[in-house]
């Protein structure tokens, strides 16, 4: 078992920075894909990024230049730096745990009790 508590997020204006935190317990995050995930009200939950085990990491297009996915082993703990937010970015995000990575909802085994980012414009 995975759990996964995560913080940050709340209320921004357009243009502003936030950073999500999801602090693991019950397993070490580094011997793992985390993925963060966003779902926006009336659409389905869509990939944002990833990071494996190797540090290799993967941002969905919209994203990429402005959201940075870190991860700290000694913490366990994996962060979303959200630069330049947009009101499109305006959702509940989720960080999940994936033995078999990718994009899909589905890959992803454990996840977050998600953390709302509202963007006003």
């Known amino acids: 078992q995975v759990q996964l508590v995560q913080s940050g997020g709340g209320l921004v204006q357009a243009g502003d920075s936030v950073r999500l935190s999801c602090a693991a317990s019950?397993?070490?995050?580094?011997?793992?894909?985390m993925g963060w995930f966003r779902q926006a009200p009336g659409k389905e939950r869509e990939f944002v990024a990833r990071?494996?085990?190797?540090?290799?990491?993967y941002y969905v297009d919209s994203v990429k230049g402005r959201f940075t996915i870190s991860r700290d082993s000694a913490r366990n703990t994996v962060y979303l730096q959200m630069n330049s937010l947009k009101p499109e970015d305006m959702a509940v995000y989720y960080c999940?745990?994936?033995?078999?990575?990718?994009?899909?909802?589905?890959?992803?085994?454990?996840w977050g009790q998600g953390t709302q980012v509202t963007v006003s414009s």
């Open positions: 999940a745990v994936s033995w078999i990575g990718g994009t899909t909802v589905a890959a992803y085994s454990y």
């Open positions: 990071i494996t085990q190797s540090g290799n990491i």
């Open positions: 019950g397993r070490t995050i580094s011997n793992y894909i």
